[in-house]
């Protein structure tokens, strides 16, 4: 069996372990699932009111957060789902169509 790390797009499916016997933690750190989006949220800073509602929404844990405040989204991992901009009391997040 490989492990997460050691498989790419030029691994063969025959290599491929089936799902189930995958038992490494955190192998979503290893891709980068920003391409996937089509929409974009936009963090406004001067909005924000670091009341840190939108970071338990994030379905990809793409909202940091140090010494109590939010920081920049992490765009890499983000899918543009949206959620973070619906949630947010003070419309600190702006979500638009991203031009690729």
Known sequence: ?????????RTPWQ?????????EPAT?????TGDWRTMVP???????????ICVPYCPDSSIPVK???RGELDLM?????GICYKVCPFEAIEFIKEDK
């Open 77 to 81: 991992h983000c899918k543009g789902c």
């Open 15 to 23: 290599e491929l372990a089936p799902g189930a016997e995958i038992y």
């Open 42 to 52: 936009i963090f406004l800073d001067e909005r924000c009111k670091h009341c840190l």
């Open 1 to 9: 069996m490989k492990k997460a790390a050691e498989i790419n797009e």
């Open 28 to 32: 979503s750190k290893l891709v980068n």
């Open 67 to 69: 010494d109590g405040k």
